[in-house]
């Protein structure tokens, strides 16, 4: 039975392409590192940005972290609300709402952004906790998620983490718990990606998630 729903926020709650990649090509140009193409630019979506920077843009740590601090800035400030909730993602919170299963959300997304964006768009309302990384990408997938079953007294065995990328998939299963997979988000493409890792559900719109949930409920 399934008591409790942990999103993951890029590619599963909301779209960010839009104030993301703007903000990630303002950094590329910032630090005067080569142009890169739009689905390459669609990689730096969910995956700490750390990384990101040091596999397509070829620096080193302590760049990639002076090159991820000037973009958190710039998104914080310029982009951050250039996004748009998946289509039906309120109905399925409000789902889950009236069929008392608890929602929270674990990103990759720096905490502070995290709060500011979700409260922007109201899945504050639904979402409690909601947490993300932490400035230099100390945090992992698993402890966010781990943070989120904490505080909200959730045993494993009846929570799940729906997410739409390999990482999140990774992480669902180092913290123990079940996984729900998303393909009407950025990561998951292809059936070979999905096998990569156990899931007890494949949805490909919102309201799939609904259902693969409630019928661990029933």
Known sequence: MIKNVIFDLDGTLLDTRAGIIESVKYTIKEFSFKELSYDTLLEFIGPPIQNSLMKYCGCDSDTAQKATDF????????????????????????????????????????????????????????????????NNNVLKKEDIVRMCLDEMGAEKDNSVLVGDTVNDAKGAALAGIPFIAVTYGFGFKTDEELALYPNIGVAGTTMEVADIVLDKIN
């Open 71 to 134: 973009y958190r800035d710039h998104y914080m400030r310029e982009t951050l609300f250039r996004a748009d909730p998946y289509d039906g993602i309120f109905d399925l919170c409000h789902c889950f709402s009236e069929n008392n299963v608890r929602m929270a959300v674990a990103t990759y997304k720096r905490e502070d952004t995290a709060l500011k964006l979700l409260h922007h768009f109201g899945f504050n309302h639904y979402c409690n906790p909601i947490h993300g990384s932490d």
